[in-house]
């Protein structure tokens, strides 16, 4: 089973869809948890962290299951400013206090005029 | 806004040579990250570094790979004799509390090896 899964996607949606990105890991004692964007050919940014009880940011909103180790993100009223690559990220903890970042392939979206 | 910056941004190298990735990060961050990405891969763990130490480093991270903070502002990467496949983009980052602050990327340096 691979670390991070995400949707293979692409997801292509028109302006104003609500689309819902899902991602399981498999290491149980994963502490932190995130969802990045990536353009293409650029750095990874940090979107939103994800937290148990669920965390929203204008059209964003981030859920997390530990239970069942299932991260989700759900975009509201898309933009065309939207489409990118959204890389579900779960953080293993390095060796003290550092991160250790292991990444999903990514989702591509594209969110048509 | 304080941002991690990286050099070069794209290099081209002959199998076999040595390539230093050159990076500054944001100035009060105490802990260093490389991060790579082959092209249509995913982004992978390279080595952390904390304290003008290496943390910890992936089995990615081998005997050709070296990182160095020579003179407190830079945070260098060095793969001694790069092989075609270590082409990939190579992501410096840094964090100023480890894993409660956020992590900042830089831009990315490509590496192309031929």
């Known amino acids: 089973r691979k670390e991070v899964e995400q949707d293979p996607g692409p997801f292509n949606v028109p302006e104003g869809a609500t689309v819902a990105f899902n991602c399981t890991y498999s290491?149980?004692?994963?502490?932190?948890f995130f969802w990045y964007r990536q353009d293409c050919r650029k750095e990874p940014k940090l979107l939103m962290s994800v937290y148990s009880s669920g965390n929203e940011d204008g059209r964003f909103t981030a859920q997390l299951n530990r239970a069942s180790q299932y991260i989700s993100l759900l975009i509201r009223d898309s933009k065309l400013s939207d489409s990118a690559t959204y890389l579900c990220v779960v953080n293993r903890g390095g060796g003290g206090s550092n991160y250790k970042l292991t990444f999903g392939k990514g989702t591509l979206l594209t969110v048509n005029p | 806004e304080p941002e991690v910056t990286q050099t070069p941004s794209h290099q081209v190298t002959q199998m076999g040579q040595e390539v230093i990735l050159r990076c500054v990060p944001i100035?009060?961050?105490?802990?260093f990250y490389w991060y790579r990405q082959i092209l249509g891969q995913k982004v992978e763990f390279l080595v952390s570094f904390y304290n003008n130490e290496i943390s910890e480093k992936s089995e990615i991270f081998d005997d050709q790979f070296s990182v160095e903070r020579p003179d407190g502002s830079n945070f260098t990467l060095k793969i001694r004799s790069t092989k075609l496949e270590d082409s990939a983009m190579y992501f410096c980052?840094?964090?100023?509390?480890?894993?409660?602050?956020?992590?900042?990327f830089g831009e990315g340096s490509r590496l192309t090896v031929l």
């Open positions: 100035s009060n961050h105490l802990y």
């Open positions: 290491n149980s004692a994963s502490q932190s």
């Open positions: 980052a840094s964090s100023d509390r480890g894993q409660i602050g956020e992590l900042f």
